[in-house]
C-alpha cells in the first residue's frame, strides 16, 4: 500500500487523550495521512508525553458536527429571511458562530477515540 503523509503540525483545540500514558490536552501534534492506492484516510496524533503515535478509532466524530451544522444553518436562514433589522440578524450571526465553536469543542472531548498506530510510511 502506498501512503503519502504530512509532516506532524501542532494542532490547538482539539481534544486528544492518550490511551497509553493517559495523557489529556486541547493541543496535539497531528498529521494526515492517506492512501495511493485505496480512499483510505487517518488523521494520526503523537503524545507530547511518551511520544506514542495514534490514529482516530472511527469517524463517528463526524456525522454529529454535521447535524449541528445545518441545524444552525436553517436557524440562519430563518433569521435572514424573516425581515428582522440588520443588527439583530447580526447579533444572531455571532451567537451561532460561538454556539458553533463551543458544541465542536464539546463534541471531540465526547467523541474523540484514539488507537494505537503503526507508523508505516514508505
Known sequence: ???RSTDF???????FE??????RSWTVAMRSQ????KPHFLLVCRCER???LFALSNWRYFLP???VSVILFLVLYKVVISGLSLPLILFVGLAAAAVTVVLDRLMGRWLNRYVAFNDINP
Do not use: E
Open 50 to 52: 511518551c511520544g506514542q
Open 34 to 37: 492517506y492512501s495511493t492506492v
Open 18 to 23: 492518550c490511551p497509553q500514558c493517559r495523557h
Open 1 to 3: 500500500m502506498q501512503l
Open 65 to 67: 458536527r454535521v447535524v
Open 9 to 15: 503540525k501542532t494542532v490547538k483545540y482539539h481534544w
